[in-house]
Nanobody
Framework: QVQLVESGGGLVQTGGSLRLSCAAS????????MGWFRQAPGNEREFVGA????????YYAGSVKGRFTISRDNAKNTLYLQMINLKPEDTAVYYC????????????????????WGQGTQVTVSS
């Protein structure tokens, strides 16, 4: 089992940048495929990006590709989401998620595939 805590959200102007962090408890972080999701008011939770347990594979939603970068530091038990060129439509609560996997190159894009979730961090992009 793993506990996840997001941080780094805030208010930023259009075109600005933020880096979100997701700190994981325990010493098995390297065994988990990780993902970022977001949910805006009135909308369903949507996939943002995913990364395999050893960082060999990353995958992004089309709406953020080229602007967001997902990375992880297994030694620090931390997942990151670097966001640049932010737009008002990026405004949402951002969640990190984890799922234990047996192979290095596995990642997931569906929220239903993830077993553990953080509490979320708010990102607001003003126009």
């Amino acid at each position: 089992q793993v506990q996840l805590v997001e941080s780094g959200g805030g208010l930023v102007q259009t075109g600005g940048s933020l880096r979100l962090s997701c700190a994981a408890s325990g010493n098995t972080f390297s065994l988990y495929a990780m993902g970022w999701f977001r949910q805006a008011p009135g909308n369903e939770r949507e996939f943002v990006g995913a990364i395999s347990r050893s960082s060999t594979v990353t995958y992004y939603a089309g709406s953020v590709k080229g602007r967001f970068t997902i990375s992880r530091d297994n030694a620090k038990n931390t997942l990151y989401l670097q966001m640049i060129n932010l737009k008002p439509e990026d405004t949402a609560v951002y969640y990190c998620a984890a799922r234990s996997v047996s192979y290095n190159d596995i990642y997931y894009v569906s929220s239903a595939d993830y077993a553990y979730w953080g509490q979320g961090t708010q990102v607001t992009v003003s126009s």
